[in-house]
């Protein structure tokens, strides 16, 4: 997720069309329904296969080519994962990283996000196109020059150098999702509340905010995830005081044996599944296919 | 309020972004002169501007090979990309059965996966050792490629990525044309491929150009995927900028590959941006 990311959603409010003409009878059916079986087992390959083959691999002693399942099964990666103190670091340094970048990301944006939505002035959306603008400059490129900034302003190795470097990755989607949410919001209500005497303050705390929190809550997540996932600038800056989990993930698949390597992807894997699953149902109800369209 | 993101934005991303155009042209001096000290090849000139550094990327063979890739790459998952999402989302749209709730919750499971690992899994999975070449063999196909280390492994992976995004984005898209429209075209006698050809696809132009756009910028700039699951040449040009980077100690050279990739970037954004406006227009947008 680290490298550019983005939302529409599966909105759950459309009816299907097939309900209501009744069913199809014949060889037609029937091969439209194999054809839909065949399209859902190469999608569930496609998509869950590599997922489930390197969990298989975390667990697997021995495991030779062609068999379909390991010979052998064992825990001993899973041990020596946790018992290496560079790897119990690296999680522990993921885990400090990421809150920290997501509470300042979201003190940074947020303000933007309600200006961005509720005042017009002059070059707002050109202000908003150039956040994305910033976005499509190759990262690796942007980090070689920020290199030269860094070592000026002594960010080389810091961990507030990590930060701006996990930062600047969030930007994009939390001034963009609230944004939308912001705009979501109903004025007539703000105004309701205010005519029965509701202060501004008052008015966006038991209003506005509520109402847009889904959609903060969700660019809050991505940004956690961002920043949790993010590797090669943190690899960049960081190294060596710095090395969280993802930059480890690099010298693990080329320095480690495969099953540790599979050990640790799951260990990476856990906390994005934890905190998508929570999102999960915003992310899907669309309330945030809006964020990508500029207005 | 719009200044702190601004604000950060303008001094680590423009500002580095504007000092490594002065590099690629010849500028030494400045913020530029960290990462001048230690380069080796480089195109320096003290007045003005040279486009040395340019004529050098883009006349060395290799580099040429990495861009041709990169764009074959990035249109090839593009397509890909479109296709599969059209599917899912209009088999979404037209059915409403398990399988189908099936479907959409498969499509979405790289959300839940960092791209590191993501793409390690997809290096063994279709590796010399893989899932895919263990059936192909008990299937009696002994001589199934391995994917991992080529181009094809790399399309796989900017595929398997950007999935979720295209298809959310045209879910939304398909559930936003209203049944009675379908509706009416059925009743009129439009076969089910026609009302698609002529109902569905037309109301769908914008979220398809998001996902085409955005899929596109995507796979230009990414690292993760190519670096991992790619060969070590002809790969994209963003693992090739890393290389020449820090194997290579050629910064400028990186830079000015790092330059072409924003330009192309920079095309494919104008088309989302121009299909944006135009349709708020349409839509009687007032800003």
């Known amino acids: ?295 | 309020m719009v200044l702190p993101p601004v604000g950060v934005v303008a001094v680590f991303i423009g500002f580095p972004v504007l000092a490594a155009v002065a590099y690629t042209l010849g500028r030494a001096d400045g913020p530029n002169s960290v990462v001048s000290s230690l380069a080796q090849r480089q195109h320096i000139v003290k007045h003005g501007v040279t486009f040395a550094a340019y004529h050098e990327v883009l006349t060395n063979q290799s580099v040429l090979r990495d861009l041709w890739a990169t764009v074959w790459i990035t249109l090839l998952s593009i397509a890909i990309v479109l296709a599969i999402s059209w599917a899912v989302a209009l088999y979404l749209r037209l059915t409403d059965t398990r399988l189908a709730r099936t479907v959409s919750a498969l499509a979405v499971v790289p959300l839940f996966i960092p791209v590191v690992i993501a793409s390690y899994g997809i290096l063994i999975f279709y590796g010399p050792d893989g899932f895919m070449k263990t059936i192909a063999y008990h299937v009696g196909w002994h001589s199934f490629p391995s994917y991992a280390y080529t181009l094809t492994g790399v399309v796989i992976g900017e595929v398997w990525v950007s999935v979720p995004f295209g298809v959310l984005m045209m879910s939304s898209g398909l559930n936003s044309v209203p049944n009675a429209l379908i509706e009416a075209a059925r009743d009129a006698g439009a076969s089910m491929p026609r009302t698609v050809w002529s109902i569905l696809l037309p109301l769908n132009v914008i979220p398809t150009v998001i996902v085409a756009t955005f899929t596109g910028i995507y796979v230009l700039g990414s690292f993760t995927v190519p670096y991992l699951t790619g060969p070590t040449a002809p790969n994209l040009l963003g693992p090739a900028m890393s290389n020449f980077f820090s194997a290579f100690n050629q910064p400028q050279q990186a830079e000015v590959m790092a330059m072409i990739v924003f330009v192309l970037a920079a095309g494919i954004g104008f088309v989302y941006v121009w299909a944006n406006v135009r349709s708020s227009k349409r839509a009687g947008a007032t800003s």
């Not at chain 1, 983005?6 to 439209?32: C, H, K, Q, S």
């Not at chain 1, 079986?37 to 997922?51: D, E, N, S, T």
């Not at chain 1, 790897?87 to 997501?102: R, W, Y």
């Not at chain 1, 997540?221 to 993930?249: C, H, K, R, W």
């Open chain 1, 1 to 295: 997720m680290s490298e550019g990311i983005a939302f529409g959603g599966l909105r759950e409010t459309a009816a299907p069309v097939e309900r209501t003409r009744g069913p199809r009878r014949g060889i037609g059916a029937a091969a439209g329904r194999l054809l839909g079986a065949l399209f859902v087992l190469a999608l569930l390959v496609f998509m869950v296969g590599p997922i489930v083959w390197l969990a298989l691999r975390a667990f697997s002693g021995t495991w030779q080519y062609p068999q379909v399942l390991p010979s052998e099964w064992t825990f001993r990666y899973w041990r020596s994962v946790f018992d290496d103190p560079n790897l119990g670091h690296s999680i522990k340094l993921s885990f400090i990283f990421a809150p920290v970048v997501t509470v300042a990301s979201a003190a940074i944006c947020l303000p933007a996000a309600y200006a961005f939505s509720r005042f017009n002035f002059p070059g707002r959306r050109v202000l908003l196109i150039s956040l994305f603008a910033t976005n499509a400059f190759p990262k690796i490129g942007l980090y070689i020059s920020m290199a030269g900034v860094f070592y000026s302003l002594n960010l080389m190795g810091t961990f507030l150098g990590v930060v701006i470097v996990q930062l600047i990755g969030t930007i994009v989607f939390m001034t963009w999702i609230p944004t939308a949410a912001f705009s979501a919001v109903p004025r007539s209500l703000e105004e309701a509340a205010r005519d029965v005497g509701a202060g501004p303050l008052r008015v966006f705390l038991r209003v506005t905010f509520p109402l847009a929190a889904p959609g903060i809550f969700v660019a809050m997540i991505l940004s956690f995830l961002a920043s949790f996932d993010e590797a090669q600038g943190t690899f960049l800056v960081g190294v060596p005081n710095y090395v969280t989990m993802p930059t480890e993930m690099y010298t693990l698949v080329l320095n480690y044996p495969e099953q540790a390597a599979a050990v640790f992807s799951l260990l990476l894997a856990i906390p994005s599944v934890v905190l998508m699953s929570f999102a999960r149902k915003h992310v899907m109800g669309g309330r945030l296919a809006e964020g990508f369209q500029i207005r």
